[in-house]
């Protein structure tokens, strides 16, 4: 059974950093671009950043641009997400995705488009 497991979650203080972590099991998505999305309370869920399966293309939401580095090790089979500065509204559960399709390029922010989830990480945001 494929499994997502993300971590690295907690509390932080607004304008504080984190790193979340995603390491699938059950198989690699080495050939997948991996996406990172947040569900805060009450509302849909959003894409945040995605990185394609080489590493070599990047797209993140515009609202995370310059605070936020999505990245890879594929040796590893994890993909990681950086969050600098971080704001009381972006307290949610962030949720790591794996591409349907292999070797996408340029990689999409379109939830359909993505086949595999973890659970989610809660991040929560203290103003």
């Known amino acids: 059974q494929v499994q997502l497991v993300e971590s690295g979650g907690g509390l932080v203080q607004a304008g504080g950093s984190l790193r979340l972590s995603c390491a699938p099991s059950?198989?690699?998505?080495?050939?997948?671009?991996m996406g990172w999305f947040r569900q805060a309370p009450g509302k849909e869920r959003e894409f945040v950043a995605a990185i394609a399966w080489s590493g070599s293309s990047r797209y993140y939401a515009d609202s995370v641009k310059g605070r936020f580095t999505i990245s890879r090790d594929n040796a590893k089979n994890t993909v990681y997400l950086q969050m600098n500065s971080l704001k009381p509204e972006e307290t949610a559960v962030y949720y790591c995705?794996?591409?349907?399709?292999?070797?996408?390029?340029?990689?999409?922010?379109?939830?359909?488009?993505?086949?595999?989830w973890g659970q989610g990480t809660q991040v929560t945001v203290s103003s």
């Open positions: 995705a794996a591409d349907g399709t292999k070797w996408r390029l340029p990689v999409t922010a379109e939830i359909h488009e993505y086949a595999y």
């Open positions: 059950g198989r690699t998505f080495s050939n997948y671009a």
